[in-house]
């Protein structure tokens, strides 16, 4: 008999921020943020595009 237990993993979910009703607009919600939460999410960024996990994106919408 194995010894070992089958783990369980959970679906991902997207948790809610709890931020104040202020903050409706993404600029709201991130200027709401304390400066060592902005400082972390800005460092990870990095991280993830040097990383490869997230690719550049234009915002030319193609009509030039």
């Given amino acids: 008999m194995s010894l070992l237990r089958r783990l369980r993993i959970a679906a991902p979910i997207q948790l809610p921020l709890g931020l104040p009703e202020v903050a409706s607009t993404p600029p709201q919600r991130w200027c709401s943020l304390p400066e060592s939460a902005q400082r972390e999410v800005l460092a990870l960024l990095a991280r993830m595009i040097t990383d490869g996990v997230v ?5 030319d919408d193609g009509d030039g």
């Fill in 55 to 59: 690719e550049e994106v234009s915002d």
